[in-house]
């Protein structure tokens, strides 16, 4: 199975912050990576697709960029309503797995 | 609006058996991929299993296959998955989910716990 590894594991930042995570792969998965959000007691909600590609309804201070092995997720302008856990997903081999999260406060 | 409800969570004891379905609406259910995702606190998010749109087509994680066997009625908009010789590690929260591609997991249901334990 393709490992999913995410750094940090947490983070605090300050709103208005440009605040950046990473997650990496254990073997190429060219751009077959989503990026999640998570808020307590809540299902995760699909923000990124395709490495880089926003889904519809989500802000634009959401960016995903990377390929291969390493991914970057980034909020341009930190809001207090974006605390929560962040999660990638591999989708280019099956099993599709996720990264452990990246907890984010503010 | 796009809506999906789990439902058939509970507590079962190990080697045991239960039935999680789930009703999709607010979209074209049969056309879609529709997937199993669950989740704990220690394992984090792990994905299960997913079922092509007439149901002819299923992929399974290995920890589950020869237990958990997935199916849909598209005539009911549902979708469910039947789980038999249970163990304390199936113990999570199960989520329905829609595909909006192939892996892409674009909307989630609100989840429903199962918990394995005598």
């Known amino acids: 199975d393709t490992q999913m590894t995410q750094s940090p594991s947490s983070l605090s930042a300050s709103i208005g912050d440009r605040v950046t995570f990473t997650c990496q792969a254990s073997?190429?998965?060219?751009?077959?990576l989503n990026w999640f959000q998570q808020k307590p007691g809540k299902a995760p909600k699909l923000l990124i697709f395709d490495a880089s590609n926003l889904e519809a309804g989500v802000t634009s201070r959401f960016s995903g960029s990377g390929s291969g092995t390493d991914f970057t997720f980034t909020i341009s302008s930190l809001q207090p309503e974006d605390v929560a856990t962040y999660y990638c997903q591999q989708y280019s081999n099956l099993p599709p797995t996720f990264g452990p999260g990246t907890k984010l406060d503010v | 609006e796009v809506h999906l409800a789990e439902s058939g969570g509970g507590l079962v004891q190990p080697g045991g058996s239960l039935r999680l379905s789930c009703v999709g609406s607010g979209f074209t259910f049969s056309s879609y991929w529709m997937s199993w995702v669950r989740q704990t606190p220690e394992k984090g998010l792990e994905w299960v299993a997913n079922?092509?749109?007439?149901?002819?087509?299923?992929y399974y994680v290995d920890s589950v296959k020869g237990r958990f066997t997935m199916s849909r009625d598209n005539t009911k908009n549902s979708l469910y998955v039947r789980m038999s010789s249970l163990r304390v590690e199936d113990t999570a929260v199960y989520y329905c989910?829609?595909?909006?591609?192939?892996?892409?997991?674009?909307?989630w249901g609100p989840g429903t716990l199962v918990s394995v334990s005598s």
């Open positions: 079922i092509n749109p007439d149901g002819s087509e299923r």
């Open positions: 073997q190429d998965i060219s751009n077959s």
């Open positions: 989910v829609r595909e909006s591609l192939w892996l892409v997991p674009d909307f």
